[in-house]
């Protein structure tokens, strides 16, 4: 179980960011009309402050759940993503703050026509689209460096169990999300015995997932991963372009690719090594491999 704080100080963040994602979903209804965002703009501006509290609290808290393993770079590569989180939200806050000083004051008793007519306008529709992109923008920000930094966190406490890649990647999500690609892996396995692993499922699931958004990052359109077993009886899973010669693929997936870039590589290496599982980047990055 993870330390009582950390795990108090994740769910907090975690309440919050869905708080977003809510809002974000509010401000694309067409159910919901202009005054009723307008009165929505102040909870969700106090929300806004207390996750930036929230994301501060648990990046002490990773910093401190750390010390005992004396991994000060895996801490950092958590709270570097839990920081740039943490601006992307104090950025919103402030945007959402002055939507809420320029929407007209809801309606009280006594109020005249024209006071009332005001505040049943709210927010007009070109500033409630900006505001709908920007906190949708957030809301991706914030859901992928929360889940990279929990993928950090959950090297704390790693499970191993038997697992069977295949099974594994068939359990990803193809659900389309806003903002990101899906793309469409393909997977050959020439010995069922390379399919069986032992590791922690979020570490193993969560390191394949990184490498095919690491390669895909570098340009390959549609991975293939290759899996295989070595001499040594270790499995082993190569992420590249598929070749000519490659085995006919036994599992097509699409996946959403949801992370990417030099922040998901820098958490990548560090849950690999924590999970003492090999990762070898090839040039350019378009070649990964990750060794059982």
Do not use: K, Y
Not at 150 to 162: C, F, K, S
């Amino acid at each position: 179980m993870l330390d009582e704080r950390l795990a108090a100080a994740l769910g907090a963040a975690r309440d919050g960011a869905a708080g977003i994602e809510s809002f974000a979903h509010l401000l694309g209804s067409r159910r919901v009309g202009p005054r009723g965002v307008a009165l929505a703009l102040p909870e969700v501006c106090e929300g806004c402050a207390a996750l930036v509290s929230a994301l501060d609290s648990l990046s002490a808290a990773v910093r401190d759940g750390f010390v005992e393993t004396d991994d000060a770079a895996a801490a950092d590569a958590a709270c570097a993503l839990l920081e740039h989180a943490g601006v992307e939200v104090a950025r919103l806050t402030e945007e959402l703050s002055r939507a809420a000083a320029s929407a007209p004051p809801g309606r009280g008793p006594g109020r005249g026509r024209g006071e009332r007519a005001g505040s049943e306008r709210g927010i007009d529709a070109r500033q409630r689209l900006a505001l709908e992109a920007s906190v949708r923008r957030t809301a991706r920000e914030l859901s992928g460096a929360l889940r990279l930094s929990e993928l950090v966190i959950a090297t704390l406490e790693l499970r191993p169990t038997p697992l069977d890649l295949i099974d594994v990647l068939r359990n990803w999500s193809a659900t389309a999300v806003e903002g990101r690609p899906v793309v469409g892996i393909s997977v050959a396995s020439a010995d069922s015995r390379a399919n069986e692993v032992e590791g922690d499922v979020r570490a193993v699931s969560g390191l394949v997932e990184l490498a095919v958004g690491m390669v895909s990052a570098a340009g390959i359109a549609s991975p293939h991963l290759t899996v295989s077993r070595l001499p040594d009886g270790r499995s082993t899973v190569r992420i590249a372009e598929r070749g000519p010669r490659e085995g006919a693929p036994v599992v097509s997936l699409d996946v959403v690719l949801r992370d990417g870039g030099e922040r998901a590589a820098a958490v990548a290496r560090v849950v690999a090594r924590r999970a003492r599982i090999d990762l070898v980047e090839g040039p350019c990055g378009r070649v990964v491999t990750v060794t059982f």
